[in-house]
């Protein structure tokens, strides 16, 4: 692909054919400059079969931003537009509308609240309101759910893993079984949930953090095939990198040849002056394998070098090994959480490919048009009740009791403050008998979530480091409640309505299911 291939593909024309069909049907009934406004949520948690995400983290935000920082329509784009054709041989589209874009065809004009990069979020919330002419929101759909909707599944599963290994260092793995490019989203999406350094070189020097590595089988392979053997290879290893000698000890027999060997080059590494960093495990039982590896090396006197794991990782297995560890370790008179303390999870596939789950469904729906000075709701009724979008200009809050755990999110109209209320009446969205009331003194906090981040296209939001948002990613997770991030069977999070919000989208949806969809 060349300079200006890639150029096509991944600029403004990154995007839905029918995005520029409606965009041109706009234009030509003079309704393309109304404002709109747009909300970005997803439907429901992530689902591994078997088991559920409680929680999402929010991530993809900074790309979006440089994509639509460098996205307009110029000679390239629309000459190829001009070259489309009808099925009777005539343009696609007309010159009017190309001219139009031309001018106008940039994301200049939009303006942005959303839930920043790092935050926990669920179901239904708005993570992303955009606002500005018709058709450029329009056109702004297909890009944003593809950065968005990725970089939070990966995000996600990246927390999981975390907690799962009960927080001991992740390592991502994945790039060589990634979706190509989207590798590097990925990478980044990842370290934002909760891995703490990735393989994947250039991305991890973009982001501001060392990459991560020891060697592969084929390294020892060579070393045997050259009749060094594998000692002559992890000897090799250790000479050019005393102070960082990780080793790869299952090419021909973990418990009586890796390991052994590898014990034999770190007494010498020692006596030179260099402290190893540990053994890596990639095949087999890898909870007994993690035993017996620590039993030996407590034994030779390195009981604080790592134990790295890899092959085939997701939060399930890293569980299971836990809880193994947990039942077996003391048999061997292994201390299994000084064991679990001293490992590193080294994920791939599972993670940069969310294992179980490829796609969020995160959707972007029309909520208002405004039209003579107010915000008009607009309004889309699905056969299925939780479907049903909630309309309106709104704003989003978080609720905490009084031990700072947060306990429901609230969507409200624009005009409400539910800061200044005595008691808060939170209504389910779709069930109309479902509601409770907190009380002023049982909330600690109330957070308004959503924030400026573009003012008719002008930045108003400094965007974070990368560190920055890991510490975000942290605390949100430490301020929600432990069964929300169970990885079987999690605690359900509420997300409510006001009472305000909650009736304007009951007598949307009674006018319209009464009126054969018309609003009036």
């Known amino acids: 692909m060349n300079r200006y291939d890639r150029e096509?593909?991944?600029?403004?024309?990154?995007?839905?054919?029918?995005?520029?069909?409606?965009?041109?049907?706009?234009?030509?009934?003079?309704?393309?400059?109304?404002?709109?406004?747009?909300?970005?949520?997803?439907?429901?948690?992530?689902?591994?079969?078997?088991?559920?995400?409680?929680?999402?983290?929010?991530?993809?935000?900074?790309?979006?931003?440089?994509?639509?920082?460098?996205?307009?329509?110029?000679?390239?784009?629309?000459?190829?537009?001009?070259?489309?054709?009808?099925?009777d041989g005539k343009p696609f589209f007309s010159e009017d509308f190309l001219n139009w874009l031309k001018d106008n065809g940039n994301f200049d004009?939009?303006?942005?609240?959303?839930?920043?990069?790092?935050?926990?979020?669920?179901?239904?919330?708005p993570l992303v309101t955009v606002q500005g002419p018709l058709i450029m929101t329009q056109i702004l759909e297909s890009a944003l759910l593809n950065h968005l909707n990725f970089q939070i599944l990966i995000a996600t599963k990246a927390s999981r893993l975390k907690e799962a290994g009960r927080g001991q260092l992740v390592l991502e793995f994945g790039m060589r079984r990634g979706p190509h490019t989207g590798t590097n989203a990925a990478t980044r999406a990842a370290m934002i949930g909760g891995a703490d350094f990735s393989s994947n070189t250039g991305m991890s020097y973009l982001l501001g953090y060392p990459p991560k590595g020891t060697h592969a089988h084929s390294m020892v392979?060579?070393?045997?095939?050259?009749?060094?053997?594998?000692?002559?290879?992890?000897?090799?290893?250790?000479?050019?990198?005393?102070?960082?000698?990780?080793?790869?000890?299952?090419?021909?027999?973990?418990?009586?040849s890796g390991i052994p060997n590898a014990i034999k080059v770190f007494e010498k590494l020692r006596k030179q002056g260099h402290e190893p960093v540990g053994i890596r495990l990639d095949s087999g039982d890898l909870a007994y394998l993690s035993i017996k590896a620590a039993k030996m090396l407590n034994c030779a006197g390195f009981d604080k070098t790592r134990?790295?794991?890899?092959?085939?990782?997701?939060?399930?297995?890293?569980?299971?090994?836990?809880?193994?560890?947990?039942?077996?370790?003391?048999?061997?008179g292994v201390d299994p959480d000084r064991l679990i303390k001293r490992m590193i999870y080294g994920v791939g596939t599972s993670l940069v490919t969310s294992k179980g789950n490829s796609s969020l469904d995160g959707v972007y729906k029309m909520t208002a048009v405004y039209n003579n000075g107010i915000w008009i709701p607009a309004f889309k009724i699905s056969d299925s009740p939780e479907k049903t979008i909630n309309p309106g200009y709104k704003k989003v809050w978080r609720i905490y009791d009084d031990r700072f755990i947060a306990v429901a999110d609230l969507l409200s109209l624009y005009d409400e403050n539910p800061t200044d209320w005595d008691e808060v009446l939170l209504r389910h969205p779709a069930e109309i008998d479902r509601k409770r009331i907190l009380k002023k003194q049982s909330v600690s906090v109330i957070e308004l979530l959503q924030k400026d981040i573009l003012k008719e296209g002008k930045l108003l939001y400094n965007m974070p480091d990368l560190s920055d948002i890991r510490q975000i990613c942290e605390s949100d997770l430490k301020m929600i409640d432990p069964g929300v991030k169970r990885i079987v069977n999690p605690h359900i999070y509420h997300v409510s309505l006001t009472e305000k919000l909650w009736n304007l989208k009951h007598s949307m949806l009674n006018k319209s299911t009464t009126n054969n969809g018309y609003i009036v």
């Open 221 to 256: 392979q060579a070393f045997m095939a050259l009749g060094y053997g594998e000692l002559g290879a992890f000897e090799a290893y250790a000479e050019i990198y005393p102070d960082d000698c990780l080793l790869l000890v299952d090419t021909i027999n973990t418990l009586e």
């Open 307 to 332: 134990i790295v794991l890899s092959n085939q990782l997701d939060e399930m297995v890293i569980w299971q090994i836990l809880t193994q560890i947990e039942e077996e370790a003391p048999k061997y």
């Open 8 to 87: 096509l593909a991944e600029g403004i024309l990154f995007t839905d054919f029918y995005q520029l069909s409606m965009a041109q049907l706009y234009f030509a009934r003079e309704i393309h400059e109304i404002p709109a406004q747009f909300d970005f949520f997803f439907r429901s948690y992530p689902d591994y079969h078997g088991h559920k995400a409680g929680f999402c983290i929010n991530a993809g935000m900074e790309s979006l931003l440089n994509w639509m920082g460098k996205s307009r329509f110029d000679d390239l784009s629309l000459n190829y537009l001009r070259s489309h054709k009808k099925n």
């Open 109 to 125: 004009s939009i303006s942005m609240q959303a839930i920043t990069e790092g935050r926990v979020v669920h179901p239904n919330v």
